[in-house]
């Protein structure tokens, strides 16, 4: 695996093209997770989800893209439950939010790992990334709002889904090494499902009251609402896989800046199809921590290649 993605770090105009193919498709299917929060609930969203991605895993395992078993089931499953608890968090909060706020919650994640290797692991960090994190924090409070009475606690969903992005971020690097992306793939379906289907059952056990997407119970039959099951199932597939390729055919800190072109693309069909809008604003925050992202980035790049690189 290691040496198959050194060979290929020699192709970034396909690896740009690849994660702008990547981030369309993410874009434009994540929409539709406000039409499916009309008919279920999250949990009951994420059991079938599963259900659906599994087998077509399955195909890609035996059709040569990697095994499905981890060297480390314990490792694997850490990062799993993180990188889990993130998309449970960014979808639950589309079901509530517009896509923007969503999408700018979750690519909080930057500053988070920037501060976790800061203030866990002691990297050292200089002034742009400073300016980058003091950035992107205005520019979280500007697409939150947390003075207009539309504000609860629920606004930071997406937020705490960034922070959990971010542990399950440092934990691939940290904890995978060596793993194959269908085992990385599959512990996520495994811990997004098995979670979610512990929510449903306890929602009826509890005989919880039923007040939105994140605590509506199992309901059937779901015949209109398994089509945009299918888009999710077979789009998010084919995004993730299109991003892990990016990533094999260019160096990470050239790469990770085409991820941010999905706060274009995500909005843009959110308007064009819904017509869902984007105050001013909620515009220039988007902006900002796009912006303290790409810094990151980019900063991130250079120092990595200096490492390669000395001088």
């Not at 980035?297 to 390669?308: D, N, P, T």
Request: hydrophobic share 55%; glycine share 12%.
């Amino acid at each position: 695996m290691t040496h198959a993605i050194s060979a290929d770090l020699n192709r970034p105009f396909a690896a740009a093209g690849i994660m702008l193919v990547a981030m369309l498709i993410i874009g434009f299917i994540d929409n539709y997770v406000a039409a499916i929060s009309d008919e279920i609930g999250l949990w009951q969203f994420q059991v079938m989800r599963t259900v659906l991605m599994l087998p077509i895993l399955v195909a890609m395992s035996w059709a040569g893209l990697g095994t499905l078993r981890p060297q480390s089931f314990l490792r694997v499953g850490g990062r799993s439950a993180f990188a889990a608890m993130a998309m449970m968090c960014y979808f639950g909060a589309l079901g509530f939010m517009p896509l923007a706020q969503a999408l700018a919650g979750l690519f909080t994640s930057p500053i988070f790992i920037l501060l976790i290797t800061w203030g866990l692991m002691g990297q050292t960090i200089g002034p742009w990334r400073i300016l980058a994190v003091g950035l992107g924090f205005v520019g979280i409070l500007l697409v939150l709002q947390p003075e207009t009475g539309s504000f609860s606690y629920w606004t930071l969903l997406p937020v705490l889904g960034g922070l959990f992005y971010a542990v399950g971020i440092i934990a691939t690097r940290a904890w995978c090494e060596g793993e194959s992306t269908m085992s990385l793939l599959l512990g996520v379906m495994i811990f997004q499902g098995g979670i979610s289907a512990m929510a449903a059952i306890g929602l009826v056990m509890l005989n919880l009251p039923e007040t939105g997407f994140l605590s509506q119970r199992w309901v059937w039959p779901v015949g209109d609402v398994w089509p945009l099951i299918w888009l999710q199932a077979v789009g998010s597939l084919a995004g993730v896989w299109c991003i892990i390729k990016a990533y094999q055919l260019g160096e990470a800190g050239f790469v990770s800046v085409f991820e941010y072109s999905v706060m274009i693309f995500g909005p843009f069909f959110a308007w064009h199809l819904f017509g869902q809008p984007v105050g001013l604003w909620q515009a220039i925050g988007i902006a900002m921590i796009a912006s303290a992202g790409l810094i990151i980035a980019l900063r991130s790049g250079k120092e990595q290649r200096r490492e390669i690189i000395p001088g």
